[in-house]
């Protein structure tokens, strides 16, 4: 009898291997050649996702778009997302 479960257990794990060889190749055949125009995508896609709250919260504080202090305002904005981005990156190496 228990040479009939150690079997049973032995075919189980080499099919659960022969599932994750299988997996990977899967991956590595349709994703990965993909992955750099993935994260362009996903970058592009983020930019685009901050320019919008850019605009949105200069229109809130009254500046009109078209403007120059609206564009003033875009300015500012970037500036102050990139030091931000600066500090949050400056903390987690401290």
């Known amino acids: ?6 079997r049973i257990y032995d ?16 991956f590595l055949v349709l994703f990965a ?6 994260r362009a995508a996903a970058a ?5 996702a901050i320019s919008a709250q ?3 919260i200069c229109v809130h504080l009254g500046k009109t778009p078209g403007t120059h202090d609206h ?7 970037q500036d102050f997302r990139a ?6 990156v400056a903390d987690a190496l401290f």
């Open 1 to 6: 009898m228990w040479h009939t479960i150690g």
């Open 11 to 26: 075919d189980v794990e080499t099919g659960l291997w022969a599932c994750l060889i299988a997996a990977l190749i899967f």
């Open 33 to 38: 050649p993909h992955a750099s125009e993935l």
């Open 44 to 48: 592009a896609a983020h930019a685009q």
């Open 54 to 56: 850019n605009r949105d």
């Open 71 to 77: 564009v003033t305002c875009l300015l500012e904005m």
């Open 83 to 88: 030091r931000i981005e600066q500090q949050i």
